[in-house]
């Protein structure tokens, strides 16, 4: 075994018994390149990744590719989950040398830690249009020894690029007038209008879009198309619930199979939301057997959520693509029996089949389970109701599949992503009034607060085998104080928003940059590297900065904190200049932006638990994205709750003028219609 042998990281330990000598990402590792005067070979990848297999299964284990790798360059590995700022940095490079990036990524650097060379995944032939990786080796070996002088002068000129693209393009004017409706113009001339979601093949979730489309009312139309598109497609995952990574093609019907806790996460709340707006039970339930899913698959037993779990299904041959998700006719028969006909119908299942893993075609064709006709048209068809009998044919069918052999689960627990799942549980508890998903959020709170909280109230980002590493990053602080916000308001306590205000602090004094008008994604104790980033543009998670300014408004709004407005503000006009040129990839900034331009509305509901009931029900009936709730005992310390007693009352304000206080749920109704009138256009027949 390697050095990786050490680590703790799932990712590390796959690559442990390579041939290769691999070091983790260190100070060691760029010592023994100076030592030895050779570059370095940076390759990042995460454990659930389909390609990054191939390529170690190709490369790495290959005893002549290790031996070349391992007399020209000191090799090292990192988990790009669980070192995202070092993945940040090398990724710029790789996409400012190459116009794309990805994972497996591959990386040349100096002993300085300098990039002059970089690609994804490299073939072990010619092939894909790539040159053999092995070329690549000795390529670079070269000119290591040969033209070093034009190496390092590429290094040090790609170097002074990053740091610059490192840098905001800011506006002095900020956002014009109309600029959120400037945006979704400019994502409506992406949509999909026929197949949901933006531009072509493939497609990706894209739920901080959706999150800023549903706040807009003339941009709805796209969001809920494309979440129906995808429920139906074969990204969702019709039996065990959850959202494959992203699909192969425009139709949403062939994913790439690996599931991440970031998706799951954020499209549970994009989906709680539509069903708010629409009241269409289609989004609840697709809501609800994700969660399921994440609670069953995801969970640990101590309330941290893992990270991820693979496209791969292990077999004696080596891993296949999607063979734990999909189907034959004659496995779905043999499951079933009688009632095989109608679940072949439902899900599309076909001799033909719809997938086959290009790598292993001895598999031969499978079926991706997908649902283009819904239920309730396959019951006019067939003229009777048929919604219990798929529920059983389901739960069937994810027996047997759970019978198989299945991918292999990245069990590390990630700060900022059980944020999102934090979040994602409490907006379930509060707006579909299951209690049990506020247990299990309440239970990863306590989980993470005693186990990746330091004393002076900064976190760790990575949790693993009963320890926690990694010091946390802006992404850890701001996410999981968002999610802490989102757990006061389902469950009223005062604690879980005053530690979301710590957090805040946290993320103001160690990240926050005063000249520069932007967060960075590291700061405090963490480790320094070539440059330090700024990211507002989203990847699969809405980014730092969206994320920070987001947290900034509650801030000002539950604190009347305007020091906290006033980062908010400045921070997406140090995006304005992004944002102007490109709606797409930006939905968390146009998201604090819509929070910013939105009227400030306060509502409390102020009594012990159970006088509260009522009215919270009326309140999770409504869309209000950016409404200060603020469910609590009589009293407290904010100054949304001054002078107001408790006994189960609702006080309304908008803009610091307060409606009369009520105990009647529908009193309440009545006035949240008056407040949000022209703000919600409910789409009730949107599931017909």
Avoid at 265 to 294: I, N, P, S
Avoid at 542 to 559: C, E, G, K, Q, T
Wanted: charged letters at 25%.
């Amino acid at each position: 075994m390697n050095r990786l042998a050490q680590e703790s990281s799932p990712y590390l330990l796959q690559h442990r018994d390579n041939p290769v000598d691999w070091y983790p990402w260190g100070d060691e590792a760029f010592a023994e390149a100076r030592r030895r005067d050779v570059p370095v070979l940076l390759s990042v990848g995460y454990s659930t990744c389909h390609w990054c297999h191939v390529m170690a299964h190709e490369s790495f284990e290959d005893a002549q590719t290790a031996a070349q790798m391992n007399r020209d360059f000191v090799n090292v590995k990192v988990d790009r989950e669980e070192r995202p700022d070092v993945d940040a940095v090398y990724m710029t490079a790789t996409q400012a040398l190459t116009g794309q990036g990805g994972w497996p990524m591959t990386v040349f650097l100096t002993p300085d830690r300098e990039p002059f060379y970089a690609g994804t995944y490299f073939p072990p032939q010619e092939g894909y249009g790539l040159p053999s990786f092995r070329r690549v080796l000795a390529s670079i070996a070269d000119v290591w020894v040969n033209r070093r002088g034009q190496a390092l002068e590429n290094a040090q000129a790609l170097t002074a690029h990053l740091k610059d693209l490192g840098q905001p393009r800011g506006s002095a004017g900020g956002l014009p007038d109309g600029a959120l409706a400037r945006a979704v113009e400019h994502l409506r001339r992406v949509f999909d209008e026929t197949l949901g979601g933006f531009g072509d093949a493939p497609k990706f979730p894209a739920p901080t879009t959706l999150d800023f489309l549903l706040t807009q009312p003339a941009g709805r139309d796209m969001a809920l198309h494309t979440l129906r598109a995808m429920g139906r497609g074969g990204i969702h995952d019709h039996l065990g619930g959850g959202f494959h990574r992203y699909s192969v093609d425009a139709q949403w019907l062939v994913p790439h199979f690996e599931k991440m806790l970031y998706d799951n996460a954020q499209l549970t709340r994009t989906l709680l939301r539509a069903h708010q707006l629409t009241g269409d039970e289609e989004f609840a339930d697709l809501a609800r057997r994700t969660l399921a899913y994440l609670e069953r698959e995801m969970l640990s037993p101590t309330g941290g959520f893992y990270s991820a779990q693979d496209a791969d299904t292990p077999t004696e041959h080596g891993g296949v693509e999607g063979l734990t998700f999909t189907w034959t006719p004659e496995e779905i028969r043999e499951v079933l029996g009688g009632g095989a006909d109608l679940a072949l119908r439902y899900f599309n299942v076909t001799p033909d089949g719809n997938f086959r893993d290009p790598h292993r075609p001895e598999y031969g064709s499978r079926s991706v389970l997908h649902t283009p006709t819904s239920a309730s048209a396959l019951a006019r068809d067939l003229g009777e109701d048929v919604g219990a009998r798929l529920a059983d044919l389901r739960a069937r069918l994810l027996a047997a599949r759970q019978a198989r052999t299945q991918p292999g689960t990245d069990d590390k627990v990630l700060t900022s992503w059980n944020g999102l799942a934090l979040a994602a549980f409490s907006d379930a508890a509060r707006i579909l009034g299951e209690p049990h998903h506020l247990d299990v959020a309440r239970r990863n709170a306590d989980f993470m607060h005693r186990e990746l909280r330091l004393p002076d109230g900064t976190l760790r980002h990575s949790f693993k085998e009963g320890q926690a590493r990694v010091e946390g990053l802006l992404e850890d602080h701001a996410l999981y104080a968002l999610g802490l916000v989102a757990l006061f308001q389902a469950g009223g306590d005062l604690a879980h928003l005053r530690w979301a205000r710590e957090l805040w602090e946290i993320s103001r004094r160690d990240f926050w940059d005063d000249a520069a008008g932007v967060f960075y994604a590291t700061g405090g104790r963490a480790e320094t590297l070539l440059t330090r980033q700024a990211p507002g543009f989203d990847s699969a998670v809405i980014s730092d900065n969206a994320a920070a300014a987001l947290l900034a408004v509650w801030m000002h709004r539950y604190f009347a904190d305007e020091a906290a407005r006033t980062i908010a503000e400045r921070t997406v006009n140090a995006f304005a200049a992004d944002l102007l040129a490109a709606a797409s990839g930006f939905g968390g900034l146009w998201q604090a932006a819509a929070f910013l331009a939105a009227p400030h509305l306060e509502l409390a509901i102020v009594g012990t638990p159970e006088d509260r009931v009522p009215l919270e029900r009326e309140a999770a009936r409504h869309y209000l994205p950016f409404v200060a709730l603020t469910p609590a005992e009589e009293g407290g310390d904010l100054p949304v709750l001054e002078g107001r007693p408790g006994g189960g009352q609702a006080y309304l304000c908008l803009n610091h003028a307060c409606r009369l206080p009520t105990r009647d749920p529908e009193g309440l109704a009545g006035q949240l219609r008056e407040v949000t009138a022209g703000a919600v256009t409910p789409d009730r027949n949107a599931g017909s």
